[in-house]
């Protein structure tokens, strides 16, 4: 049974720092394109970074330039990271790993609440 677990999320200052963590156990996760994705109140889930079995990352325009993001994945550990730096109150949202594009069900999310 495949399963998604996200963790690392939390409560952060306007220009702190996260990182994400997201355990895909079920699934041979190296050899699928695995995305980090962010769903904000209202609006719906946006797809922030994504990378291939071999490393090779994509972001999205809204998060490109505008924060230091990074996505990273260790293999060994079926195991995808979204480290996020410069974080704003807009970043807040519940952010999610899936396969790019989604085919798994979803976990439940790690939120992450950007506020002074």
């Known amino acids: 049974q495949v399963q998604l677990v996200e963790s690392g999320g939390g409560l952060v200052q306007p220009g702190g720092s996260l990182r994400l963590s997201c355990v895909a156990s079920?699934?041979?996760?190296?050899?699928?394109?695995m995305g980090w994705y962010r769903q904000a109140p209202g609006k719906q889930r946006e797809l922030v970074a994504s990378?291939?079995?071999?490393?090779?990352?994509?972001?999205a325009d809204s998060v490109k330039g505008r924060f230091a993001i990074s996505i990273s994945r260790d293999n060994t550990k079926n195991t995808v990271y979204l480290q996020m730096n410069g974080l704003k109150p807009e970043d807040t949202a519940v952010y999610y790993c899936?396969?790019?594009?989604?085919?798994?069900?979803w976990g439940q999310g790690t939120q992450v609440t950007v506020s002074s």
């Open positions: 899936n396969t790019k594009p989604s085919r798994m069900n």
């Open positions: 079920g699934i041979i996760s190296s050899i699928y394109p």
């Open positions: 990378i291939t079995g071999d490393g090779s990352t994509n972001y």
